[in-house]
Nanobody, 124 residues
Framework: QVQLVESGGGLVQPGGSLRLSCAAS????????IGWFRQAPGKERKGVSC????????AYGDSVKGRFTISRDNAKNTVYLQMNSLKPEDTAVYYC?????????????????WGQGTQVTVSS
């Protein structure tokens, strides 16, 4: 069964850090681009970061550049999103998704598999 499972979300104070994990089962992440998206209440789902499979290149949304880092561990079939200097506006449900083209894109429709999401709340 093909599955993506996010973990690592939670409640953190402004300025704090969290590391999200996206673990795959039923398929190998090596050949997929992995994107992280987030959706705040009442807002559209938006791309946060992406890592390609072909050359390992990464991309970040303007609002998270310099604070978030995406990485992958193919041996563990897992992709991570390290989030530092968190702000209240980072509060959202975070989703990971896999795109078999292997190339990063912010087009949600291009992704083949999605996780169920993990809540991140940044509040004092």
């Amino acid at each position: 069964q093909v599955q993506l499972v996010e973990s690592g979300g939670g409640l953190v104070q402004p300025g704090g850090s969290l590391r999200l994990s996206c673990a795959a089962s039923g398929f190998t992440l090596d050949y997929y681009a992995i994107g992280w998206f987030r959706q705040a209440p009442g807002k559209e789902r938006k791309g946060v970061s992406c890592i390609s499979s072909s050359d390992g290149s990464t991309a970040y949304g303007d609002s998270v550049k310099g604070r978030f880092t995406i990485s992958r561990d193919n041996a563990k079939n897992t992709v991570y999103l390290q989030m530092n200097s968190l702000k209240p506006e980072d509060t959202a449900v975070y989703y990971c998704a896999a795109d078999r083209s292997g190339w990063c894109t912010t087009d949600i429709d291009e992704y083949n598999y999605w996780g169920q999401g993990t809540q991140v709340t940044v509040s004092s």
